[in-house]
């Protein structure tokens, strides 16, 4: 069994990120989402929510800002970054998430799959409000060529 093999089941790394409404903004700017359940407080508050919500796409900004560089995720799980591809992603959520949330996130290596000419390396990571409730999942594929 190789040391990447190894790292099957394991925890690749666990960090907290704030929400922030600011973060928010920008990605809603960036993808051209006008919805105002992402920019008006006043507007999702009348809609049941406690304020503005994240667009579904935004645990990539959470990874992004707070989880792991591509360095260290490729050190850990001994990845050629000259033969790296980002496979697809996909997001679960179970509760909205909102500004001033601080979110705990726990990735895990939950499969390596040998293709022939490729590895795929798929992650889980499983991300927590502060009341400790689960309000997003993900599932992340990487490629690495042979």
């Not at 666990?14 to 105002?36: H, Q, S």
Request: hydrophobic share 35%; with cysteine.
């Amino acid at each position: 069994m190789s040391s990447r093999e190894n790292l099957v089941g394991r925890e690749l790394c666990r960090f907290t990120y704030l929400v922030e409404r600011g973060k928010i903004r920008e990605l809603v700017l960036a993808i051209g989402d006008d919805n105002p359940l992402y920019t008006d407080p006043e507007y999702a508050r009348a809609r049941g929510y406690r304020d503005i919500i994240a667009p579904p796409t935004f645990g990539t900004c959470i990874d992004l800002w707070g989880g792991m560089d591509f360095t260290t995720l490729c050190s850990k799980l001994q990845l050629n970054p000259v033969k790296v591809l980002h496979g697809e992603q996909e997001y679960r959520y179970f509760k909205e998430i909102c500004p001033g949330d601080r979110i705990e996130a726990v990735c895990r290596l939950s499969r390596i799959i040998d293709k022939g000419k490729m590895y795929l390396f798929i992650l889980e990571t499983e991300y927590f409000n502060q009341e400790g409730e689960l309000v997003l999942s993900s599932r992340h594929t990487i490629i690495e060529r042979k």
